[in-house]
């Protein structure tokens, strides 16, 4: 089709889409804001006013997590084979930690004592005893040869 021809109240178009030279009148603007020539023009496909269902996955709540275990406010406490490192606050009244009875060879626990009163804190496992008194002490314990050993102290703690 010829387009370089004169008609009044028209001019010519560059189609965005081919790059022809079209009139204008016969050009048709896109969804997207492009005037293209009418073999290029395309409904916009219906898929992008589809709105999706609203899919809330956020937790009821939720707690900073802590640079360090937060000690416990029971107490009485049995060491799992997966805690590395227990803290008992003893504040309220003496506290009993129990040592794992089935551990693995080599099994390391710290187990430490964060208040500041002279409370006890009972360490027992598999042939072992041991008891914290002194403020912010602690030790560490391993399993060895059937039974559990101190391997070493915080400073506080004779």
């Known amino acids: 089709m010829r387009t370089s021809y004169y008609k009044a109240g028209d001019f010519n178009l560059t189609c965005d889409w081919c790059g022809l030279k079209i009139?204008?009148?016969t050009a048709r603007k896109t969804w997207d804001g492009y005037y293209v020539c009418p073999e290029h023009w395309e409904p916009r496909q219906p898929l992008d006013f589809l709105k999706g269902i609203k899919d809330d996955q956020s937790v009821p709540f939720s707690r900073p997590q802590a640079d360090h275990p937060i000690p416990l406010k029971t107490?009485?406490?049995t060491v799992l084979t997966t805690d590395t490192t227990v803290y008992a606050d003893a504040t309220l009244s003496p506290f009993t930690i129990s040592l794992p009875a089935s551990p693995?060879?080599?099994e390391t626990h710290?187990?430490?004592k964060v208040d500041a009163t002279s409370n006890a804190v009972t360490i027992s496992g598999t042939g072992f005893s041991k008891i914290l008194t002194s403020p912010n002490s602690g030790i560490?314990?391993?399993y060895q040869n059937g039974q559990w050993v101190i391997t070493s102290?915080?400073?506080s703690e004779g």
């Open 104 to 106: 693995a060879s080599y």
């Open 23 to 25: 009139k204008a009148s």
């Open 75 to 77: 107490t009485t406490y």
């Open 153 to 155: 102290v915080l400073p």
């Open 110 to 112: 710290y187990i430490g």
């Open 140 to 142: 560490n314990v391993q």
